[in-house]
């Protein structure tokens, strides 16, 4: 997109980032907050104006003229096409493969109206510390994804390059959010193929623009609430789950590593009833996540939590998910009807031996459709005839257990008569006469 970039003063004293494309021009309020203007607007500047002029020259009443960016701006704008000739070495895919199957944003925009995944690169590394001379991650996990076969016919998958890097770290965001909006809008569960974990704020920033109230997933060795940090990439959970107005109604940490999270730490996110799971937890009991992970509408996963031996790139420890674990994970993911938004962050190529990282989260993307396929085939709650139904009583509570005949994936019905996502042990506890701890998390946050 061809862009000029100044600054807008306002009557408070700051300063507006602002953008003249050749389609109009938008302002940037903040990170959750992105405007454009018209060209057939009354107010549309000339070029030739100063910001001063600019600023003055709108009208008092600036909501009769500012509309939405997803109203106005094709969201190829916001990104740079990919080369399949290059992440191919000039060497044509097989039939079958991942690059000749897809459909891929190169000179133009393909349909995306019967897409179901949609995939795009966000290389944003400055939240980490780490200058944005080269943003090349999501580039080298293509060269792997590409050469994959594609074994899912009932899924279609598109993917649309890269995010344009920002003149600044929110400016990247706002782009991000901005095409992310677009997407879900249509109903395309997007994977954002990153960059740093910090990147999940533009996640959750598409939902709080729209008040819209979420559940959100964080897989991570980490929990990255630093309040000790300037990196984003350590401390954006603190804006995300503290900030006002606040649109997360919960949130689950999987996968963290107790020698690396203060205790006090752990005992603040119980007091606001989040979930946290170790990884030994998870590891011992892998089918206990996929409740945890199907009602939500965020999935963010950071390599971290991937022990270095099967994802080299990952230096923080040595310890971690395997990499079929992950792909578990990944595929839980892609079972959900819920989830609309999923990042892959924290991948560095510099740090990587052989590809080795790229090609576990190229595997862990197969896994997501392979998810997805699956979740098609299931039922609607409403079709009473799909589910095996069990009348339960434990502790003198009434209860109903679902189970699909199609995917043998479990739901437990809560005294308000909503059935959340429960597992096969839940329902084992029940016929014990016990309360299911999920049970008991639920009636707390209520």
Same mark, same amino acid.
């Given at each position: 997109?061809? #862009?000029?970039?100044?600054?807008?003063?306002?009557?408070?004293?700051?300063?507006?980032?602002?953008?003249?494309?050749?389609?109009?021009?938008?302002?940037?309020?903040?990170?959750?907050?992105?405007?454009?203007?018209?060209?057939?607007?009354?107010?549309?500047?000339?070029?030739?104006?100063?910001?001063?002029?600019?600023?003055?020259?709108?009208?008092?009443?600036?909501?009769?003229?500012?509309?939405?960016?997803?109203?106005?701006?094709?969201?190829?704008?916001?990104?740079?096409?990919?080369?399949?000739?290059?992440?191919?070495?000039?060497?044509?895919?097989?039939?079958?493969?991942?690059?000749?199957?897809?459909?891929?944003?190169?000179?133009?925009?393909?349909?995306?109206?019967?897409?179901?995944?949609?995939?795009?690169?966000?290389?944003?590394?400055?939240?980490?510390?780490?200058?944005?001379?080269?943003?090349?991650?999501?580039?080298?996990?293509?060269?792997?994804?590409?050469?994959?076969?594609?074994?899912?016919?009932?899924?279609?998958?598109?993917?649309?390059?890269?995010?344009?890097?920002?003149?600044?770290?929110?400016?990247?965001?706002?782009?991000?959010?901005?095409?992310?909006?677009?997407?879900?809008?249509?109903?395309?569960?997007?994977?954002?193929?990153?960059?740093?974990?910090?990147?999940?704020?533009?996640?959750?920033?598409?939902?709080?623009?729209?008040?819209?109230?979420?559940?959100?997933?964080?897989?991570?060795?980490?929990?990255?609430?630093?309040?000790?940090?300037?990196?984003?990439? #350590?401390?954006?959970?603190?804006?995300?789950?503290?900030?006002?107005?606040?649109?997360?109604?919960?949130?689950?940490?999987?996968?963290?590593?107790?020698?690396?999270?203060?205790?006090?730490?752990?005992?603040?996110?119980?007091?606001?009833?989040?979930?946290?799971?170790?990884?030994?937890?998870?590891?011992?009991?892998?089918?206990?996540?996929?409740?945890?992970?199907?009602?939500?509408?965020?999935?963010?996963?950071?390599?971290?939590?991937?022990?270095?031996?099967?994802?080299?790139?990952?230096?923080?420890?040595?310890?971690?998910?395997?990499?079929?674990?992950?792909?578990?994970?990944?595929?839980?993911?892609?079972?959900?009807?819920?989830?609309?938004?999923?990042?892959?962050?924290?991948?560095?190529?510099?740090?990587?031996?052989?590809?080795?990282?790229?090609? #576990?989260?190229?595997?862990?993307?197969?896994?997501?459709?392979?998810?997805?396929?699956?979740?098609?085939?299931?039922?609607?709650?409403?079709?009473?005839?799909?589910?095996?139904?069990?009348?339960?009583?434990?502790?003198?509570?009434?209860?109903?257990?679902?189970?699909?005949?199609?995917?043998?994936?479990?739901?437990?019905?809560?005294?308000?008569?909503?059935?959340?996502?429960?597992?096969?042990?839940?329902?084992?506890?029940?016929?014990?006469?016990?309360?299911?701890?999920?049970?008991?998390?639920?009636?707390?946050?209520?």
């Amino acid at each position: 997109m061809n #862009q000029v970039r100044k600054s807008v003063p306002t009557v408070i004293g700051t300063e507006l980032p602002l953008y003249f494309t050749p389609g109009g021009f938008f302002l940037t309020f903040s990170l959750f907050d992105c405007w454009s203007f018209r060209p057939s607007d009354p107010c549309f500047p000339s070029l030739s104006l100063s910001t001063f002029q600019l600023f003055n020259s709108l009208p008092s009443k600036l909501s009769d003229y500012l509309a939405p960016m997803s109203d106005l701006f094709n969201i190829a704008d916001f990104l740079e096409p990919v080369n399949r000739a290059v992440l191919s070495q000039d060497e044509s895919y097989k039939d079958g493969q991942m690059g000749k199957t897809l459909l891929v944003y190169e000179e133009e925009m393909p349909d995306l109206t019967t897409v179901d995944i949609v995939l795009v690169g966000c290389g944003e590394t400055r939240g980490a510390g780490i200058p944005p001379t080269q943003q090349l991650a999501p580039d080298w996990i293509r060269a792997e994804f590409y050469q994959l076969f594609f074994w899912h016919q009932n899924i279609s998958v598109a993917d649309i390059g890269n995010i344009k890097k920002g003149a600044s770290l929110k400016d990247t965001y706002a782009a991000l959010k901005t095409v992310l909006a677009e997407l879900t809008a249509a109903g395309k569960m997007v994977v954002i193929l990153g960059g740093s974990h910090d990147l999940t704020l533009a996640q959750y920033g598409m939902f709080a623009d729209q008040k819209r109230v979420i559940d959100a997933v964080c897989v991570d060795a980490l929990i990255d609430l630093s309040m000790d940090s300037l990196q984003r990439d #350590q401390n954006f959970l603190m804006e995300m789950l503290t900030g006002e107005p606040n649109f997360i109604r919960h949130y689950n940490h999987i996968g963290f590593q107790s020698y690396y999270v203060h205790p006090h730490m752990l005992e603040t996110m119980d007091k606001l009833r989040f979930d946290c799971f170790r990884v030994g937890m998870l590891k011992e009991q892998i089918e206990e996540m996929e409740p945890v992970i199907r009602n939500s509408q965020l999935f963010s996963f950071d390599i971290s939590a991937i022990a270095n031996a099967f994802a080299p790139s990952n230096t923080i420890t040595p310890n971690g998910l395997t990499g079929e674990e992950a792909c578990i994970l990944m595929r839980y993911a892609g079972m959900s009807t819920h989830l609309s938004t999923i990042g892959i962050y924290g991948y560095l190529p510099s740090k990587d031996k052989e590809a080795l990282t790229a090609k #576990q989260v190229s595997h862990m993307l197969w896994y997501l459709i392979d998810g997805r396929s699956r979740g098609k085939r299931e039922a609607q709650m409403e079709e009473k005839d799909s589910f095996n139904e069990f009348h339960m009583a434990f502790a003198e509570i009434e209860s109903v257990f679902l189970q699909s005949k199609k995917t043998g994936r479990w739901w437990m019905q809560l005294p308000d008569k909503k059935y959340i996502p429960c597992s096969y042990k839940d329902y084992l506890l029940a016929g014990r006469n016990e309360i299911p701890e999920r049970w008991l998390r639920a009636q707390e946050r209520d």
